[in-house]
């Protein structure tokens, strides 16, 4: 996380040399990505006891999908829309961004960073304690008080996995109809997501037999209420 903030910066402080903004500094698109990347980083840093809960550091551990995703495709891969946002000399640069445009990729990345974060943190605080009010309420459980089926986990099985992937398209969004290679962050991340959302719903109906079925049947949604 720290190379893909780093990376960014070093693109940041390329456009802003180079007069990229017009007469010097950043341009809108630049500016844009550079706030919600570097706001989705400090989250990440701020709530880093939350990752100890998840099936990635539980099960996977530190091997070479951590370690090489973590310290090579994280900064390259998620960082590859800077390439248009900083275009070379065969490409043109990109139009201003409408205002309307910005609200818009900003209302995304709030509503996702409101599900990820929501979510993840619910998960990690009734690990620690069950009892804990969900919302203000008494946390509604299956499973003998193991399964959460109330807050986010009431609303989608990986509602999570959701607000990541509203995240990534947030962050791809500054691009606009630029190049579609600027979406490989969000494209990736949905392939992954997905393939996650079903390995987990398998390991869950090894875990927690009948109980898993009901839980599904209490949260028919995989990933989007009303949708999948």
Known sequence: MIGWLL????????????????????????????????????????????MTSTWDII?????????????????????????????????????????AAAAATVALFAAGAAAFRGANSQKHGFKGDPKAPVWGRPPATLAGGRLLVSGWWGLARH??????????????????????????????????????????????AGKYAAEWGAYCAAVPWHMLPGVY
Do not use: K
């Not at 903004?21 to 341009?27: D, E, Q, R, Y």
């Not at 495709?73 to 998620?78: A, K, L, T, Y």
């Not at 992937?165 to 997501?193: D, H, K, N, Q, R």
């Open 7 to 50: 990376l960014n910066l070093s693109f940041a402080y390329a456009q802003a040399t180079a007069g990229g903004g017009g007469g010097g500094g950043l341009t809108g698109r630049m500016a844009l990505y550079q706030a919600l990347s570097a706001a989705y980083i400090v989250d990440y840093f701020v709530h880093e006891a939350a």
């Open 59 to 99: 099960a996977e551990r530190f091997g070479l999908m951590l370690v090489w995703g973590d310290y090579v495709f994280i900064p390259f891969g998620f960082s590859v829309q800077l390439w248009y946002l900083l275009p070379g000399p065969s490409m043109a640069p990109l139009a201003p961004l409408h205002p």
């Open 159 to 204: 509602i999570n996995y959701t607000g990541d992937l509203m995240i990534a398209a947030a962050l791809c969004a500054p691009v606009g109809a630029g190049g579609a290679g600027a979406y490989f962050y969000f494209v990736y991340l949905l392939l992954l997501t997905v393939h996650r959302e079903r390995r987990d719903d398998r390991r869950c």
